[in-house]
């Protein structure tokens, strides 16, 4: 079955420290592929997405993701993460044809002062 | 533009009951996916409507059920609930439910908390 994997269960880092969040997949063919995230108390939203073309993908809030296609990877990027980047992080995969998202487990961000 | 409205925001039930959860997508939105959400488990697929019919299916027993009316709003439904059963429930919403477009995303509501004591 196809699976998406997020390698960091919780991240804990200090407020200007850089992030990367780590997504890997398993299918071979074409995917579109999504990083969503969850603040406290609110409802999931698209950071950023990729779906053809240029593999650096720019998102809001300073957020960027890399698509390599051969490490099958979709890591999340942010050269300096603030206090307000605390939440949940998940990536996300659609496969081809009438596919359903399918979503990593998540990794929780928590930032410090 | 109103986005994906789900209700109740909040539910109690007890063990062998059951439940019907409501999500009304934006407007225009034909494809409705539902996804269940614990902590350590992310969200994992539960189904998905298109036109009225299920598309897709995830890997839940038949207890878990749903529909989709003619205005594309859609219901869930659990039936005889275990306290396994308690979650976050999320309904998104998305134009046509398929990658093959470039605008294509999906929009989340905030869900119904669903507790089963």
């Known amino acids: 079955a196809q699976s998406v994997s997020q390698h960091n269960h919780h991240v804990i880092l200090s407020e200007a420290a850089s992030l990367e969040l780590g997504c890997n997949y398993s299918?071979?063919?074409?995917?579109?592929l999504f990083w969503y995230v969850q603040y406290p108390g609110q409802h999931l939203q698209l950071l950023l997405k990729?779906?053809?073309?240029?593999?650096l993908v720019k998102g809001i809030k300073g957020f960027e993701a890399e698509f390599i296609k051969s490490k099958f990877s979709f890591n999340l990027r942010k050269p300096s993460v603030q206090w307000s980047d605390t939440a949940e992080y998940f990536c996300?995969?659609?496969?081809?044809?009438?596919?359903?998202?399918?979503f990593g487990k998540g990794t929780r961000l928590s930032v410090i002062a | 533009k109103a986005g994906v409205t789900q209700t109740p925001r909040y539910l109690i039930k007890t063990r062998g009951q059951q439940v019907t959860l409501s999500c009304s997508p934006i407007?225009?939105?034909?494809?409705v996916s539902w996804y269940q959400q614990t902590p350590g488990q992310g969200l994992q697929f539960l189904f998905e409507?298109?036109?009225?019919?299920?598309?897709n299916k995830g890997n839940f027993p038949g207890r878990f059920s749903g529909r989709q009316f003619s205005n594309s709003r859609s219901e869930m439904n659990v039936s005889t609930l275990e306290l396994g059963d308690s979650a976050l429930y999320l309904c998104?919403?998305?134009?046509?439910?398929?990658?093959?477009?470039?605008?294509?995303?999906?929009?989340f509501g905030s869900g119904t908390q669903l507790s089963v004591l």
């Open positions: 998104a919403s998305s134009l046509e439910g398929t990658r093959e477009k470039a605008n294509e995303k999906l929009f």
């Open positions: 299918y071979g063919g074409t995917v579109n």
């Open positions: 990729y779906f053809s073309g240029d593999p």
């Open positions: 996300a995969v659609w496969l081809e044809g009438n596919t359903p998202l399918v």
């Open positions: 407007s225009g939105h034909r494809s």
């Open positions: 409507y298109f036109s009225e019919t299920q598309r």
